[in-house]
């Protein structure tokens, strides 16, 4: 384990190095490349790596780029890519066919404003367009997380009662270009946390057809099983999270991150760097003596329902902050967990940062004052802060 | 700690910023340095920021109140750089103007500066059109902050960046600190509070809901963004020093002339020669080439045939009725030697509008030209259109003028000044048994009766001693005289013969034989030289001149013959001078004191070429002007080393195509008579082969490959930048095929 001073797309890339070369002893590391800012440095250093038993391919399309890890996932190969935006909307198809395939592919995603117009800065909105493919889901919130985080993703995809490909959002260029000393954990330490891969149903010289047409009656047990696997991932992910901690000494981060919420009247549920700046704005609003706290939503498939709800037992009033928009709704999270909160609760959706906007603590201090002063909860508002 | 630098894109600022960071990090601190992204774009103006922190860093946000700020273009500073800043907050600018002038301008505030441009473009850090001087400033900022050196010899380590470390050090020595000037009270700033929640539901109207335009397509380029703003540097049309120029011992503007030939005719090529020669036909003949050693297509596709080109242009213009700069008051200046030295100070003299005598000894002009080069390299024709251009100019010339020391001394009264110019009078003896015998005659005497009285005879075997200039001149008119076998014997190699190689080859051309390594030891023979007795030799370690040394040996030889000619090199004649004169520095001194006497030349340099000649004629009637009170600059030769490199020149753009050869007449046919062995060249397309190294040809390239399209054609053909618009990327000047531009800060 040594401290390193690096960006959290150098991590992300670092991660998938070590991850690549532990499976040396197994069927070795495959990944298909395709270039979009604000990915571009994750793949560009995952290029130079030498990576024993590695395939690092680079191809003309982010479809491609999937395309080349569904076959290596399929060969038994551990297998990863990266992207971001619109590069993710353009993989689309392959995304889905990844989930559904159940084959344990780890993609990092930088999060990006969709275009158009053009906008490079963080916005949750193209991962959440993915939510429903089939993949497990996660947001960093520090650079830490890009190393951590990726190395849970590929235990827990890869663990036989699971089986499912895994997402790791990151906020473009907030995280994504930012130094910071991060812990780099030895590969001696990676190969004791990831085992070889063994993929049970991985392509053998037994010809078969895979995806071929399935009726009803089928499609109904293989929808079946795959939400079963994703239920089983909060079991997994707790293991998972144990054996990090015996192997590298620190845990990582659970599905949902509470910060003072014992004695709060008051909530902010937000998802990745936001999550920092509103627990700067919730010890802000208790010197000014509002019994304000946080909760940070690590996990977001599977949804961490029961965690969420029993969190925010007892509050009485919550602010869901999302950046992103699904328009004639509101923010996705927010859908997703407003009816989380104790019944008689006062929940109010607020949108900051689309498109990249600074979010700074004195904004979130000013969405605390304004929720206490809400009689009730109104449709969702959108706060600027550029 | 929040540290904020403002910079341009290309000048590095998140690197600056990363180096901070790692600084910090060795300090045991937590850190995180991240750029402002998107606006990155060459010139525009962008942010980095530096965190630094005891406890872990958990604020994800820009740096809105830094402690410190560095400003690496001084144009960005202003509100929107300096909002913000603490009160007694630090501020570190990248400009050569002092911090107290800073200091004044931002009360407030404690500024440091230091020019890191300076610094980063002189350890050549950048590209090769922009200079990029992050990794400067971040030296200086570390002596601002008390950064230990160890620790930021360690951080450019860690970030791979150790090669710019002696610039931060220079940098972390040299920069300085203002004390900080108390702010006027003002009224303290309200910070804008964030703007009040609103819902996304439309409200409702009976308009139609606005769509927010998403297209800003705008007609023609007219845009409110003044990109110039951005700018660090700036691209300038700049006149380069072209490496022939550097060469060219005469001073003749060489790319100058090449390119007027190539684009407006020979008349506009002999104006540009004029002004420094006045004996473009004669060096367009015997020059041995300077310009063409240094020429950057010489180890490309062969040196531009410059020699050629200035003989075409002789050959083909008019005498060029050089620009006169008539001085108000004309001096009497008296030449003595019609030489190449004293042609050229006498043509200085008199475009000034100078009196001028020209003294010669013998009954023509042109001294060494005249008596020392064989017709066949200089005709008659030649020297004699080159003299008319000097005459024309009103210089009054005395020939059959044999001056002694009582001359000398009579025109040193008569004149406000004189110039001597009589080359090298003295023929280098051999002092070896036999030297006295008929047959044995000095080479310049051989030359000297040669070329002023036709019908001379040479016959049998000629042997010809020496390797230098006037040694292959004698053995090729011994050969045009009727020598039936003419042999060069030569006491170094071929590589070390100090003859131009072109004369080397037409020797051997019309048969002339050589014997390298050979030394003479004795003449033989009874009254009349019959034999040469030679001995081996071998060639030692370098000496002064740096060839190598040769070292005769016991080995001989003997070779019969009947005539030699001595060409062992010249020295000059002092006999002129009276007694009590000295020549020191190039001036004649009387116990002391300085005279009115300048020498020049091969009599003062002893450089031993027309060209050089030339150039030295011209310095120093310059320098005699200087010393009667004139007020004029003195004449120096440009550096070599300030010459355009061949790594400047951006080849790719020009095809390979060999240099245009000179007509020269068959061998055979040319040894039965002096008539002029070349005819020049065919044609002066040779002269579209130059690339013009240094200046520019308004080719276009830069035009093309700005991105900004800001560069313009004027009405007059020349080029204009836009300095409203231009971002100072550099791209014109790393595009440039001839290194015709420069930035300027």
């Known amino acids: ?384 802060v550029a | 700690m929040e540290i904020r630098i403002h910079g341009r894109g290309g000048q590095g600022g998140v690197t600056c910023a990363k180096i901070l960071a790692a600084a910090y990090a060795r300090m045991g601190k937590s850190v995180q340095a991240f750029g402002d992204y998107a606006a990155e774009r060459s010139g525009a103006p962008i942010r980095a920021y530096t965190r630094v922190s005891d406890a872990p860093i958990t604020n994800r946000n820009k740096v809105y109140h830094p402690d410190h700020l560095l400003v690496l273009d001084p144009a960005l500073l202003g509100e929107a750089s300096l909002a913000g800043l603490a009160e007694g907050g630090s501020l570190l600018i990248n400009s050569p103007d002092p911090p107290e002038r800073f200091a004044e301008r931002f009360p407030g505030t404690r500024p440091a500066s230091l020019d890191c441009t300076a610094i980063a473009r002189r350890h050549g850090i950048g590209t090769r059109s922009v200079v990029i001087v992050n990794t400067t400033i971040a030296g200086a900022f570390a002596r601002t902050q008390g950064i230990p050196l160890e620790v930021l010899e360690g951080a450019y380590e860690d970030l791979g960046l150790a090669g710019d470390l002696p610039a931060a050090l220079e940098a972390y020595a040299a920069v300085r600190i203002a004390e900080p000037r108390p702010r006027a009270a003002v009224a303290g700033a309200v910070a804008s509070p964030p703007p009040a929640p609103r819902t996304v539901a439309p409200a409702a109207s009976t308009a139609p809901p606005p769509v927010l335009a998403l297209t800003a397509h705008t007609e023609g380029p007219e845009t409110g963004l003044k990109t110039g703003d951005w700018r660090s540097q700036l691209p300038r049309f700049v006149r380069n020093l072209a490496p022939c120029n550097a060469w060219c011992p005469a001073g003749i503007d060489v790319v100058g002339f090449v390119q007027a030939l190539a684009r407006e005719g020979p008349e506009a090529a002999a104006g540009i020669l004029a002004e420094a020669t006045p004996l473009a036909s004669v060096c367009g003949r015997v020059c041995p080439g300077f310009c063409m050693l240094g020429c950057n297509r010489r180890d490309y596709d062969g040196a531009v045939n410059v020699r050629g080109l200035e003989r075409w242009v002789a050959d083909h213009a008019p005498i060029a009725r050089a620009a006169e700069q008539p001085t108000a008051q004309p001096r009497r200046l008296a030449v003595v030697g019609s030489g190449p030295a004293g042609l050229s100070a006498a043509y200085a003299l008199a475009r000034q509008g100078h009196r001028t005598e020209l003294f010669e000894g013998e009954s023509v002009l042109g001294g060494v030209l005249r008596t020392g080069i064989p017709g066949y390299r200089l005709p008659d024709a030649a020297l004699e259109r080159d003299l008319q251009g000097i005459l024309d100019l009103g210089v009054e010339a005395h020939t059959g003028a044999f001056l002694g020391q009582a001359d000398l001394e009579r025109l040193s009264q008569d004149f406000d000044a004189v110039i001597l110019a009589t080359g090298l009078q003295q023929a280098r003896d051999l002092d070896i048994p036999g030297s006295e015998l008929a047959g044995v005659e000095q080479g310049i005497a051989f030359l000297h009766r040669s070329n002023l009285e036709p019908g001379a005879r040479l016959t049998g075997h000629v042997v010809v001693l020496g390797g230098g200039n006037t040694a292959m001149d004698c053995a090729r008119s011994a050969l045009r005289f009727g020598a039936d076998r003419v042999t060069v014997a030569y006491r170094r190699g071929r590589s070390e013969m100090p003859a131009i190689r072109e004369e080397i080859e037409e020797a051997m051309e019309e048969g002339v034989t050589f014997r390298f390594l050979q030394a003479p030891v004795a003449f033989v023979g009874e009254d009349r030289v019959t034999g040469l007795e030679l001995a081996e030799v071998e060639l030692g370690p370098p000496d002064d001149s740096g060839r190598r040394r040769p070292l005769v040996t016991e080995r001989r030889s003997r070779i ?126 040779e002269a579209e082969r130059c690339l013009s190294c240094g200046s520019c040809t308004y080719c276009d390239t830069c035009l093309i490959y700005c991105p900004e399209g800001i560069i313009h054609r004027e009405p007059d053909g020349t080029y204009a930048i836009d300095a409203e618009y231009c971002k100072g990327c550099g791209i014109c000047l790393s595009v440039c095929p001839r290194c015709g531009l420069e930035m300027v800060t």
């Open chain 2, 560 to 685: 019969a013959c009947d005539h030699v000619l001595l060409a062992l090199g010249q020295s000059p004649d002092l006999a002129l001078l009276p007694e009590d004169w000295k020549l020191q520095d190039g001036r004649a001194f009387r116990s002391g004191e300085a005279l009115n006497v300048f020498a020049s030349g091969d009599l003062s340099t002893g450089a031993g070429t027309v060209t050089h000649a030339i150039g030295d004629g011209r310095r120093v009637a310059r320098q005699a002007l200087i010393a009667l009170g004139e007020a004029l600059e003195p004449l120096t030769r440009p550096d070599r080393a300030d010459a355009v490199p061949r790594e400047r020149i951006r080849f790719d753009y020009f095809a390979r195509r060999s240099p245009a050869q000179l007509r020269q007449a068959a061998p055979a046919e040319r040894i039965g008579g002096f008539d002029e062995v070349s005819q020049g060249l065919p044609d002066a397309s």
């Open chain 1, 1 to 384: 384990m040594s401290t390193q001073l690096m960006t959290a797309n150098h991590a992300a890339g670092l991660a998938a190095t070590l991850a690549g070369r532990a499976n040396r002893r197994g069927r070795g590391f495959g990944s298909g490349v395709y270039p979009i800012t604000p990915q571009t440095e994750c793949i560009e250093f995952l290029c130079k790596q030498d990576i024993e038993k590695g395939h690092v391919v680079r191809v003309e399309s982010e479809h491609s780029a999937m395309a080349v890890c569904i076959g290596f996932s399929m060969a038994g190969l551990r297998a990863y890519t990266a992207s971001s935006s619109n590069g993710l909307a353009y993989m689309t198809e392959n995304v889905f066919a990844a989930g559904f395939y159940r084959l344990p592919i780890v993609m990092m995603a930088v999060n990006r404003t969709m275009g158009p117009p053009w906008n490079i800065w963080v916005d949750h909105g193209d991962t959440l367009m993915l939510r429903d493919a089939g993949w497990i889901q996660l947001y960093c919130e520090d650079n830490q997380d890009l190393m951590d985080l990726s190395l849970m993703c590929f235990r827990v995809a890869e663990d036989p009662r699971i089986l499912v490909p895994a997402m790791l959002g990151q906020d473009a260029f907030v995280l994504s270009h930012t130094i910071m000393q991060i812990e780099v954990p030895d590969q001696a330490q990676v190969d004791r946390f990831l085992p070889p891969l063994d993929l049970p149903h991985r392509l053998t010289d037994q010809p078969r057809t895979v995806g071929g047409l399935d009726f009803p009656h089928e499609i109904e047990q293989h929808r079946e099983h795959h939400a079963a696997a994703m239920n089983r991932v909060f079991e997994v992910y707790a293991e998972a999270q144990d054996a990090f901690e015996a192997v590298f000494g620190r845990r990582p981060a659970d599905p949902v991150v509470p910060y003072r919420l014992d004695d709060a009247e008051l909530a902010l549920v937000s998802m990745g760097t936001t999550a920092s700046t509103a627990r700067a704005a919730v010890d802000e609003a208790r010197r000014k003596g509002i019994r304000a706290g946080s909760l940070r939503v690590n996990l977001f498939r599977p949804f961490p329902e029961r965690q969420l709800a029993a969190q925010l037992a007892g509050i009485e009033r919550v602010a869901i902050l999302d950046r992103d928009l699904s328009p004639g709704m509101g923010g996705i999270l927010w859908g997703e967990s407003r009816a989380l909160a104790p019944r008689d609760a006062l929940v109010q959706n607020y949108m900051l940062g689309l498109g990249g906007g600074d979010v700074r603590p004195e904004h979130l201090v000013a969405v605390i004052d304004d929720l206490a002063g809400l009689e009730r909860a109104g449709a969702p508002i959108i706060q600027e």
